[in-house]
């Protein structure tokens, strides 16, 4: 069954960094945008970022400058560099793939089981 399997999250104190990880597992990746996500508790799931098949990113305001989409398609893994990391930042991280970028969250599919951030001193 294809998914992705998301990894790197972890408690780090505030300014901080993480590199969240996004291998994909029985697919190939290259032939796909792949979004990140996040969701804080209580809260609904919003975009972070994507990046196209031809690595075009796309960063959420929230995050710009502090936040990096990657992709290593001879890795079959995508990234997420978080660096100066916020309390508000601390939610669960997932990821997914559409054949392109869009906004409509409902489009993205593979949805992994999401790695946990938490941003706290």
């Known amino acids: 069954q294809p998914h992705f399997v998301e990894s790197g999250g972890g408690l780090v104190q505030p300014g901080g960094s993480l590199r969240l990880s996004c291998a994909a597992s029985?697919?190939?990746?290259?032939?796909?945008?792949i979004g990140w996500f996040r969701q804080a508790p209580g809260t609904e799931r919003l975009k972070v970022g994507c990046?196209?098949?031809?690595?075009?990113?796309e960063i959420a305001d929230s995050v710009k400058g502090r936040f990096i989409i990657s992709r290593d398609n001879a890795e079959n893994t995508a990234f997420l560099e978080m660096n100066d990391l916020k309390p508000e930042d601390t939610a669960v991280y997932y990821c997914?793939?559409?054949?392109?970028?869009?906004?409509?969250?409902?489009?993205?599919?593979?949805w992994g089981q999401g790695t946990q951030v938490t941003v706290s001193s």
């Open positions: 990046i196209d098949t031809d690595n075009t990113p």
């Open positions: 997914a793939k559409y054949v392109r970028c869009v906004r409509t969250l409902e489009l993205y599919e593979f």
């Open positions: 029985e697919f190939n990746l290259e032939h796909y945008a």
